[in-house]
Structures are given as structure tokens and as C-alpha cells.
């Protein structure tokens, strides 16, 4: 039985929780949270088998084996390493930290004391991105030369918001982290080009359209917001013989597949369960096989992308 422990016991806390009750080899064994209100919900919900007031205490729990880490960016690098220091495996919410130094030293403390790190990017594991990645290995849209993406959102100001902190809000940080994973995915050649289109307002990135341009001349496009009403949430994956078309890409179960000659189809893969099964069974399934790190989201998709998502945060000052 694997015993999880969940850090930070918010929304999204709730639906990993709500996922983690179908495995019947792995438990939500302890949660921890500083808000007395939050603990007594997660408790009438789940009834983890412990409770926790503050963080440290968890860590120091020698029961629980892996940590999931759901509390705001800007304190994901401190809990990961606080988490590992303690001997745990950790699954962190993305995006995993702000810099590329900070998820550089997660991943070598991981690897030098053999302890399962992965960033929760679901995209990775849900299964109609197998069927993309069959479609596009098998030459049925030929080369990719172009993808772009949307994920926005309207998000009014909030007084004190993670996401209007001047250090960890803004929309590349949330939304944004999505689409530049989601290139990474199928583009794994070198960035040459950075250039990002941009709106701040109190402080911090609330529209963002970075363009890339990749060592074999591929581009994308990866537009993210918390401004805009329309909610656009669509990714095309355009290549020499044709495209797809995901909506939302970051968690879809259909894909359109239109080919230059004029012929489509459909692809389709229902979640298993919803979409955090998956990934949380890649966890399990790593940790029981003694792996470090996923082949589907390992430290080095974590450290390149999150580089890149720097170098466009720097773009924008």
C-alpha cells in the first residue's frame, strides 16, 4: 500500500483526492494544512487516517511514502526540497518551480538519493495523447512545422490572489506552463528564438503570446491569459501532410485529424477514471519499479521547459 501525503489542502488537493480513492494499492493516508476549516473538510470528505497543522510534522510522519505538493507556485521549490530531505517521493503541481537552477537541484538531490520526483503535468498520461503521438510517429501529418495553443481565462483582481503576486502570479506561471509543456512534448529540438507579446496589469502578466522558433525551424505560438472572457482552450498541431486540433489540448478525449488531401477522422480515448488517474497510476507504477524519474515527464522535460518559461518571464521585464 502506498501511502500518500498531500501538502496544501485546496481545490485542487480535492480532485487529486477525489482520484486517489479508486486505487485500491495506494491511500490518502495524511494531509496537512495550516487552516483548521480546510482540515475538517478533507477529513468529512476522505478520512485520511491523519491530520496535520503544519507541514514539518507531515514530513516527519515515517509512514507516509510519497508527497503530493499542492500549495501555490512560489513555494514549490521549498516544500519539494523539504519533502526529499525527508526521504519522501514527491509529485508536485506545475509548474514545478519558477527557475531552472531550483528544478536543476530537485532533480540532482533525486537522483543522488534514489527518490521519485515528477512534475503532475496530466497532458503526459491521458490517453488520447497516445493516439496523437501513434498518428503523428506513423507520418500521418507528415513533419510538424507549426503548433499553437490557448488556454484564458478571466480572473478579475483579488487583493492578496497568488496569482496577482508580483513573485509567482501572472498567467505564464498558471495557464502558460501548460501550452510550452504541450510543445515540448512533440518539438524536442533547441530553442533559437524567443520573442513574447505581452499585457502587465498590477504588476504581473495577465496576457501572454510567446512565439518560438526551434533549431529545425518549426515555430509555436503558446497563448495564455487571465483577461480574456472567450476562454479560448484549443491547440493545433500543423505539419507537412496535414493537422490536428485538440480542444482542450491540455486534457483532451478527441482530436481532429485533417489531412492536406481532404480526408479526416477522429481520434478518441476517454479518461480512465478522470484525468489525474492516469498520471497518479505512473507514479505508483515508477515508485514499485524503483524508477526515479518518468520517462513521460522526467527531470529533463521539467528542466528544459521550465527554462524556457524563464527565458520568456525575463522577455517580460
Known amino acids: 500500500m502506498i501511502k500518500w501525503g498531500v501538502l496544501g489542502l485546496g481545490g485542487i488537493a480535492t480532485r487529486f483526492c477525489e482520484s486517489l480513492a479508486n486505487f485500491d494499492d495506494a491511500c490518502f493516508y495524511a494531509g496537512a494544512s495550516f487552516t483548521e476549516s480546510k482540515r475538517k473538510a478533507f477529513d468529512e470528505a476522505f478520512h485520511p487516517v491523519k491530520l496535520y497543522d503544519n507541514y514539518n510534522d507531515m514530513l516527519e510522519d515515517d509512514d507516509v511514502d510519497v508527497i503530493y505538493i499542492a500549495v501555490p507556485h512560489g513555494f514549490h521549490y521549498q516544500w519539494i526540497m523539504a519533502s526529499l530531505e525527508h526521504g519522501k517521493h514527491v509529485m508536485t503541481e506545475k509548474p514545478a518551480t519558477l527557475t ?53 481565462f478571466e480572473l478579475p483582481y483579488i487583493e492578496n490572489h497568488y496569482m496577482y503576486d508580483v513573485k509567482q502570479g501572472g498567467t505564464l506561471y498558471d495557464a502558460g506552463c501548460y501550452g510550452l509543456a504541450f510543445v515540448q512534448d512533440f518539438i524536442k529540438e533547441d530553442v533559437v528564438d524567443v520573442k513574447v507579446d505581452y499585457v502587465i496589469n498590477y504588476d504581473v502578466d495577465v496576457h501572454q503570446n510567446s512565439h518560438i522558433t526551434y533549431a529545425n525551424g518549426a515555430t509555436a505560438d503558446c497563448e495564455s491569459a487571465i483577461d480574456d472572457p472567450t476562454n479560448k482552450r484549443f491547440g493545433v498541431i500543423t505539419g507537412t501532410k496535414g493537422k490536428i486540433t485538440m480542444n482542450p489540448f491540455y486534457r483532451p478525449e ?39 524519474e518518468s520517462p513521460r515527464m522526467s527531470y529533463n522535460d521539467s528542466i528544459t521547459y521550465i527554462g524556457l518559461m524563464e527565458q520568456i518571464k525575463k522577455a517580460m521585464k
Open 254 to 292: 478527441h482530436a481532429d485529424v485533417e489531412l492536406d488531401d481532404g480526408t479526416s477522422f477522429a481520434l478518441d480515448a476517454k479518461y480512465i477514471i478522470d484525468d489525474f488517474h492516469t498520471e497518479i497510476a505512473e507514479v505508483h507504477r515508477c515508485i514499485c519499479e524503483g524508477l526515479i
Open 100 to 152: 531552472q537552477e531550483d528544478i536543476k537541484t530537485i532533480a540532482a538531490y533525486a537522483k543522488e538519493h534514489h527518490l521519485f520526483f515528477m512534475e503532475a503535468m496530466k497532458a503526459r498520461f491521458i490517453p488520447l495523447m497516445n493516439l496523437v503521438h501513434q498518428t503523428i510517429s506513423e507520418g500521418t501529418i507528415g513533419d510538424i512545422t507549426h503548433i499553437e495553443n490557448h488556454f484564458t
